[in-house]
């Protein structure tokens, strides 16, 4: 088994380390990309398979509307892979959440925007997808990326 982190998921090179502590160098042709679950060897003595890593989320909650587009302009212009849930921003976190907070250090430190660090398992398109439902069961999220395009 090999984890791998969601955001590298969409890449076609990397370098990998099994849980056995194999090193592995994954390259795959532009037509196939890796997914939870995805079998990248099988043989008579192992396979190898694909595992989503838990991914990291910030939650952002702006005070005011007009926090709340100061906030996502600063989201926009920084490219973060975002979810919008009710009023609530999230961000992907690829990095250390201190390298988030810093971008937003002025509307934090004035209580404008309450932040809080998640660590939810991706399952199907999205962990963020899996959090608080309307009373009719659907999920409340909306995705939006900056990453290869618009979604």
């Known amino acids: 088994m090999v984890n791998i982190p969601v955001a590298d998921l969409a890449r076609r090179r990397l370098l990998a380390t099994t849980r056995g502590g194999e090193e592995l160098a994954i390259?795959?042709?532009r037509h196939q990309k890796l997914f939870d679950g995805a079998i990248l060897l099988i043989d008579g003595e192992r396979a190898i398979v694909v595992r989503a890593a838990t991914e990291r989320w910030m939650r952002l909650?702006?005070?005011s509307i007009s926090d709340a587009v100061e906030l996502g302009y600063h989201a926009g212009n920084l490219h973060w892979r975002v979810r919008f849930q009710g009023e609530v921003l999230f961000v992907a976190?690829?990095?250390r959440p201190?390298?988030?907070t810093a971008r937003l250090g002025e509307m934090i430190s004035a209580r404008?925007?309450?932040v809080s660090i998640l660590d939810e398992e991706e399952s199907d398109g999205g962990a963020a997808e899996r959090g608080p439902q309307a009373d009719d069961g659907r999920a409340t999220t909306t995705d939006h990326f900056h990453h290869d395009g618009h979604q």
């Open 61 to 63: 909650e702006p005070r």
């Open 27 to 29: 390259a795959l042709p």
């Open 98 to 100: 201190e390298d988030y």
């Open 112 to 114: 404008r925007v309450a």
């Open 93 to 95: 976190l690829e990095g």
